[in-house]
């Protein structure tokens, strides 16, 4: 059984700071990339970032380019976001997501739950 356990989500200033977290723990054999998605009320589920496990190949939506900035720690099965100048339009439910193979030995993709983000005044 394989669980991405999102963390660090909550309510913020525009203009503020977040750093989310997301360990992935389970019977996991490799991770091949992890990242983040998010989605807003009335909207589909979007790319925000990602990163490859082993070379740290990075990819972002344009809206966050030069705001947000996604890492890992591969000892700890960990990604991070971390969040500065944040605005409105940020608001949304934060999802992690990591393509890896568990102990089955097949390729699959994984979420997890979510976790809020609010940037209001």
């Known amino acids: 059984q394989v669980q991405l356990v999102e963390s660090g989500g909550g309510l913020v200033q525009p203009g503020g700071s977040l750093r989310l977290s997301c360990a992935a723990s389970g019977s996991i054999s490799s991770i091949n990339a992890m990242g983040w998605y998010r989605q807003a009320p009335g909207s589909q589920r979007e790319l925000v970032a990602t990163i490859t496990t082993r070379r740290g190949i990075t990819n972002y939506a344009d809206s966050v380019k030069g705001r947000f900035t996604v890492s890992r720690d591969n000892a700890k099965n960990t990604v991070y976001l971390q969040m500065n100048s944040l605005k409105p339009e940020d608001t949304a439910v934060y999802y992690c997501?990591?393509?890896?193979?568990?102990?089955?030995?097949?390729?699959?993709?994984?979420w997890g739950q979510g976790t809020q983000v609010t940037v209001s005044s």
């Open positions: 997501n990591s393509w890896l193979i568990a102990s089955g030995g097949v390729m699959a993709n994984y």
